[in-house]
């Protein structure tokens, strides 16, 4: 089987490698969703710098009291081989010394690394903020060459809370930020390759639940994954990350993503998973009485803006308040968890894990049909900013769809790519599968298509060049063959692969 080796993040190892051996003492925020590999990252930076293992300090942050903090810290002094953070380790007892031994550590040169920073804002822990404000403000004007604050947090909300609240103590201290995001398709294609996972289908699958979280495939790696055959991977995925007794993420969902939402915020998310892309009305309606409306209402706000566990998209070429928004589980994860896996792994405490399956698949492939749209989407983004394939993008839509009075005028376009330069236009159909392309989906496609050109505010399109193209993970020879005939252009994840 083929070693598991440290995968992407080229740019943000680059980055910590100058802030370290800047020459000066650092503050930085490294801020990404759970499990997108915060802590990894730095791992993989000690391994690169010798002597960074001899004075770098970890510690996370449990969601407790100052006690319970105050102890964690002192447990990583006492574990670090350093002499100094060993001798301070007996002085601390509460926050004040907390940040006092933080501040000493800086100045002798040690990098301290507090991990789920954002826990500070719990009432509990707060005082510990203008503490560590304290000491960071000497540290700031202090002469260190060396040594440095790293603060890690998957919480965005919280984390701007303590650090870019103009009312934090912490407001504008920090001299560095990095932000992780999902792995790129290219970083994918890296762990496809060296994994032997050859099959399209089998990406899509992997995307669908996992999308770019570096944990999740490793995790995959770990139940020995990959090497399953195509025809059996998607059984096999579900079987082996959530089924089993044994299961690496059989919990995940419920202990990292929904341990702090219960009643109305839960429901909103659950009805979700089964209704993506509904209107504000309609999620509104299936999640409580009309009397309720405005109450319900500050919860979805709440899972937008400060969970962002939700995806607020509204219509092309709107202006950010169109009543005809659609929202989305933001998370893939999170949506094939409450759409796919939960319920299966339900129905497997009473059935046989074939029955199961078979009930699980139908719901499978819905989901993978909402992940491949937005894998298209994000390809174009990706394919664009390397400077990679055939469109260079000005602008790209998740999609446009109206409101008409009179359905017969509906129009609903998966993709809306332009090229406003060049006076280009791409006009995409996503389906999960190259048969689902049918005579009667092309036609619906080219009336959706026209009704958008002919829409007051596109009619200068019209005389751009056009672009009709079809998308799909697999196309045969044959597939091609026949949309190129019928004058569409044709495009599966092997092509986009080829470009990378």
Not at 198 to 220: C, M, S
Not at 242 to 270: K, V
Not at 362 to 375: Q, S, T
Not at 381 to 388: D, L
């Amino acid at each position: 089987m083929p070693e598991w080796k440290f995968y992407g993040r080229t740019e943000a190892l680059s980055e910590l490698n100058r802030i370290v051996s800047a020459g000066r003492w650092f503050f930085c925020r490294i801020e990404g969703r759970r499990r997108i590999g915060k802590t990894s990252l730095l791992s993989q930076l000690v391994k690169s710098d010798d002597t960074l293992s001899e004075r770098l300090i970890y510690m996370q942050v449990p969601d407790s009291d100052e006690r319970d903090v105050a102890a964690a810290f002192k447990r990583s002094l006492t574990d670090c081989e350093h002499g100094l953070a060993k001798s301070l380790s007996a002085t601390v007892q509460d926050f004040p010394s907390m940040a006092r031994a933080i501040g000493e550590l800086c100045r002798a040169g040690l990098v301290v690394v507090i991990d789920e920073f954002q826990y500070f804002t719990r009432a509990v822990l707060k005082s510990f903020n203008s503490f560590l404000q304290a000491e960071v403000d000497r540290l700031r004007g202090s002469n260190i060459k060396q040594g440095g604050l790293f603060v890690l947090g998957s919480l965005h909300a919280d984390m701007n809370q303590l650090l870019e609240d103009k009312a934090a103590p912490l407001y504008g201290r920090l001299t560095q930020r990095i932000k992780l995001d999902h792995w790129d398709f290219e970083d994918l294609l890296d762990v496809f390759r060296s994994q032997n996972v050859r099959e399209p289908a089998q990406w899509l699958t992997l995307w669908t639940f996992f999308e770019g979280v570096p944990k999740f495939y490793h995790d995959a790696y770990e139940q020995d994954l990959y090497q399953v055959e195509s025809d059996k991977f998607a059984d096999e995925l579900l079987a082996r990350m959530f089924l089993r007794s044994s299961s690496p993420l059989s919990e995940e969902a419920d202990t990292w993503f929904l341990r702090e939402l219960r009643g109305r915020s839960l429901s909103m998310l659950t009805f979700l998973a089964e209704h993506p892309g509904c209107g504000n009305g309609e999620l509104l309606a299936g999640v409580g009485p009309p009397e309720e409306k405005t109450q319900i209402s500050a919860y979805l706000v709440k899972l937008v803006s400060n969970y962002e566990m939700i995806a607020k998209l509204n219509p092309v070429f709107s202006d950010g308040k169109s009543r005809n928004a659609r929202y989305y589980i933001a998370d893939n994860f999170l949506q094939a968890w409450l759409a796919v896996a939960k319920p299966a792994r339900e129905a497997a405490r009473m059935k046989p894990i074939h029955k199961t399956l078979d009930l699980a698949r139908p719901r499978l492939m819905g989901v993978e049909g909402f992940a491949f749209e937005k894998l298209i989407r994000k390809l174009h983004h990706e394919c664009s900013r390397k400077g990679k394939g055939d469109f260079d993008l000005s602008s790209l839509q998740l999609g446009y769809w109206n409101r008409p009075k009179d359905a017969s005028r509906h129009v609903e376009i998966d993709l809306v790519a332009l090229d406003e330069p060049n006076k280009r236009v791409r006009f995409g159909s996503c389906k999960r599968s190259a048969d689902a392309h049918t005579n009667a989906s092309l036609d619906g496609f080219e009336r959706h298509v026209g009704g958008f050109l002919a829409a007051k505010d596109h009619r200068h399109m019209q005389a751009w060049s056009k672009e009709m193209v079809l998308f799909s993970p697999t196309f045969t020879q044959g597939d091609r063959a026949h949309f190129l005939g019928k004058g569409y252009q044709v495009k599966d994840l092997n092509d986009y692969a080829a470009l990378f």
